[in-house]
C-alpha cells in the first residue's frame, strides 16, 4: 500500500508540472507510468534469486542401459523429454495438466542439475533410465499434451528448486500411499532437511492401488543368494520385519535360512525387483504373510516414498495448486529460484 500511495504520490507531482504539456503526450506518460508503479505491486508467480546462470546448455545422456548410444542434447530438450516420460496428463483438463507439467519441469530440471555428475566416470552425465530419470522423447503422446509440456518447459525456464541458495535433490516417485518418509528411513545417513517425511492427504484420497507378489520360494531363495547384501546359503525359513517408519514403510527385516542377515527395506526391495521386475516388490509399505505356495508380500504405493509424490502431485494440480505450492509441500523449506534462462 506504501509503494502504491507513493507512487500516486509520484505521479500527482508529475502531473502538475506538466499541465501546460498537450492532453494526449500527458495520457501516454501517465499511462506508462500506472503499469510501472502497479508492478512492484504485483508479485510474481515465482519469486527469483540466485543472480548466478548455472544452468547448462546441453547435457550428455547415456539413451539406454550399459553400452548404450550416449547423445548430447539441448538441455531444454532434455528436461521436455523427461517430463513426458516421467509422468501422465492423460485425463486432466487443460489448466491441471499446465500444472503438472510445469511443477514436473522443475522437479526434472532440478534434479539434472544436482546430478549432472552422476555418471562423469563414465564418459555422459545422466542415464535414461528409473536409475537417474526416464527420458523418452519419442513417448507416444497426443500432440496436445506435447504441446502442454513443450509450452510448460518453456514458461518454468531457468527455475529451480532451492534451499540454502543451491539446488536440492529433487527426488520424486510415483504413489507414497498417503506419507511419503525420510531420506533415511531409504538409505540411511542422515536426512536432508527438505526429504523430510510429509503427511500427503491428496495422495490418501486418491486411494492408492494396493498389489501383492507370490514368488516361487525356490526362486525367491535364488535371487536372494544372487546379491552378497542378502545371500542366507541353502535355505529359507522366513522374512521377519523388525521395523517401520512413521509413514509405515519397512526399515528392516530379518532374513532367516542358513544364515540369518538384517538388512534394510528398502535394500531388500531393491534386490527382488532387480531379479523380478520393478512392479512386483512396488514400494516398501508392505507386509509378510506365508501361504501355502510360499511367501506373500502384500503392500500400498509404488516407489521409494521420498520427496516429491506424482499422485499427489496431480491430485493438488486439479485442486489449483500451484507449482510453486506443490513443491513446498514436498520440499520443505525450499522456493522456486531462477538461475538462468537458458533452459
Avoid at 500500500?1 to 506538466?18: D, K, N, Y
Amino acid at each position: 500500500m506504501a509503494v502504491f500511495l507513493g507512487g500516486w504520490m509520484f505521479i500527482s507531482l508529475i502531473t502538475r508540472s506538466v499541465r501546460r504539456v498537450a492532453r494526449p503526450v500527458m495520457v501516454i506518460g501517465l499511462t506508462s507510468l500506472v503499469v510501472l508503479t502497479s508492478a512492484y505491486c504485483v508479485r510474481p508467480k515465482f519469486p527469483l534469486a540466485l543472480p548466478n546462470d548455472a544452468t547448462p546448455l546441453t547435457i550428455r545422456i547415456r539413451l539406454g542401459y550399459e553400452g548404450a548410444v550416449i547423445q548430447e542434447i539441448a538441455f531444454s530438450d532434455y528436461v521436455r523429454g523427461v517430463v513426458l516420460a516421467e509422468v501422465s496428463l492423460a485425463g486432466l483438463d487443460t489448466s491441471a495438466a499446465q500444472r503438472v507439467a510445469e511443477t514436473q519441469a522443475i522437479v526434472a530440471r532440478t534434479y539434472a542439475l544436482k546430478n549432472r555428475n552422476r555418471h562423469r566416470h563414465e564418459g555422459f552425465n545422466l542415464c535414461a533410465t528409473t536409475h537417474c530419470q526416464v527420458y523418452r522423447p519419442d513417448r507416444d503422446s497426443s500432440p496436445f499434451y506435447v504441446q502442454v509440456v513443450a509450452d510448460a518447459t518453456i514458461r518454468t525456464a531457468g527455475l529451480f528448486i532451492v534451499h540454502n541458495a543451491s539446488p536440492i535433490n529433487a527426488l520424486f516417485h510415483a504413489d507414497c500411499g498417503g506419507h511419503t518418509s525420510d531420506s533415511a528411513a531409504a538409505w540411511g545417513g542422515s536426512t536432508l532437511p527438505y526429504l523430510r517425511g510429509v503427511l500427503d492427504r491428496f495422495c490418501k484420497r486418491e486411494k492408492s492401488a494396493t498389489w501383492h507378489f507370490t514368488p516361487d520360494e525356490p526362486d525367491l531363495l535364488n535371487a536372494l543368494n544372487l546379491d552378497p547384501r542378502t545371500a542366507i546359503g541353502s535355505r529359507l525359513d522366513g522374512i521377519r520385519i523388525l521395523s517401520r517408519d512413521a509413514a509405515g514403510r519397512v526399515l528392516q527385516v530379518s532374513l532367516d535360512g542358513e544364515q540369518t542377515v538384517v538388512i534394510r527395506g528398502e535394500e531388500l526391495r531393491a534386490v527382488l525387483t532387480a531379479e523380478f521386475g520393478a512392479r512386483t516388490i512396488m514400494s516398501t509399505r508392505f507386509d509378510i504373510q506365508r501361504t501355502s505356495t510360499g511367501l506373500t508380500f502384500q503392500g500400498r504405493g509404488y516407489g521409494h516414498g521420498i520427496g516429491l509424490c506424482q499422485r499427489g502431485m496431480i491430485a493438488r494440480a486439479r485442486a489449483r495448486h500451484s507449482p510453486e505450492q506443490i513443491l513446498r509441500h514436498y520440499y520443505s523449506g525450499t522456493t522456486v529460484a531462477k538461475l538462468g534462462t537458458s533452459s
